[in-house]
């Protein structure tokens, strides 16, 4: 059940976010390019505060379309990491700009697709995720699968303000 509200919290703050607008897709690649991605058309990362609570969401602007979601509670230093992945799945591999880390997860069927819907607590510290704030993009390893989720312009700024009120 815990889950599932953190899944439905995270989608109210995609959802509320992309009211202002965004871009979509993580591209499938087998090995680490040598540059940044490149920001995909239709999804980008979408930051959302409120006053017990920072959300920070990549996926598609007005939709329940989630690649992986970040929630903490401000000066925290702690991150709920949220992530669709296939059925089966507890873990959560995470890299940026060569930083990989893998972060075991609680998981529940997913209501929203086939496969499970993973959670896990972590330090926003970590060092993958301190490379995802300089660098403005994340991607998520699956099943030797690497879909990479990258800032357009403009949203990096979101990226900042999420980790800088965690803490």
Known sequence: MHVIRIAALL????????????????A???ALPAAAPAPIPGYDWHFTPSEDSVYLAYGVENSDELKIGLHCSPG???????????KGSRVIQLESGGEMERFDAAGEPSELHGGDFLTAGIAAQQPVFQRFRRLGWLAQWTGGQRETYAAHPGSEAGVERFFARCG
């Open 11 to 26: 989608l109210t703050g995609l959802v509320s976010a992309c009211a202002a607008g965004g871009p979509p897709g993580p």
């Open 28 to 30: 499938v690649v087998a």
């Open 76 to 86: 925290s230093g702690r991150i709920e990491l949220a992530a669709p992945a296939p």
